[in-house]
């Protein structure tokens, strides 16, 4: 359902393939909110939310190191963006999920709304100034 396309690529590689690899957590995130089978996704959620933390903090550390090779002079705007990024992950309250099986879907809708729009716009409007 989430693949990169044409229009989200940099032209820089390593940074085209890490971004590859948040579409594919965003498809996992489509999975998931589509996963009639699971009754309680709390397990998933949380897996996902890690591996979503855990993943930009590498990738925004790339980044922000080529940003600096490259002497860019908008590093500091654009790790604001990073940093905001990663607080709101940290934001979504895990342990309520468990109580809330109603609003289970309800975060995942909130998690891959939030993740492609981010997407979407920071490689668009940001990352792309980077070449």
Same mark, same amino acid.
């Given at each position: 359902?989430?693949? &990169? /396309?044409?229009?989200?690529?940099?032209?820089?590689? *390593?940074?085209? /393939?890490?971004?590859?690899? @948040?579409?594919?957590?965003?498809?996992?995130?489509?999975? #998931?909110?589509?996963?009639?089978?699971?009754?309680? /996704?709390?397990?998933?959620?949380?897996? @996902?939310?890690? +591996?979503? %933390?855990?993943?930009?903090?590498?990738? *925004?550390?790339?980044? +922000?190191?080529?940003?600096?090779? #490259?002497?860019?002079? *908008?590093? !500091?705007?654009?790790?604001?963006?990073?940093?905001?990024?990663?607080?709101?992950?940290?934001?979504?309250?895990?342990?309520?999920?468990?109580?809330?099986?109603?609003?289970?879907?309800?975060?995942? !809708?909130? &998690?891959?709304? *939030?993740? %492609?729009?981010? @997407? &979407?716009?920071?490689?668009?409007?940001?990352? /792309?100034?980077?070449?």
């Amino acid at each position: 359902m989430y693949e &990169i /396309k044409p229009e989200f690529l940099t032209g820089i590689e *390593f940074i085209d /393939k890490e971004h590859t690899r @948040l579409f594919e957590l965003a498809d996992e995130t489509y999975e #998931i909110l589509h996963d009639d089978l699971s009754q309680d /996704k709390t397990p998933e959620i949380v897996r @996902l939310v890690s +591996e979503l %933390i855990d993943y930009t903090r590498v990738h *925004f550390s790339h980044e +922000e190191e080529y940003q600096k090779s #490259i002497q860019y002079p *908008f590093i !500091e705007q654009h790790a604001k963006q990073h940093r905001q990024f990663e607080d709101s992950l940290l934001a979504i309250d895990m342990d309520a999920l468990e109580n809330d099986l109603e609003g289970q879907n309800e975060t995942v !809708e909130g &998690i891959l709304e *939030f993740l %492609i729009n981010w @997407l &979407i716009n920071h490689i668009q409007k940001v990352d /792309k100034a980077l070449v």
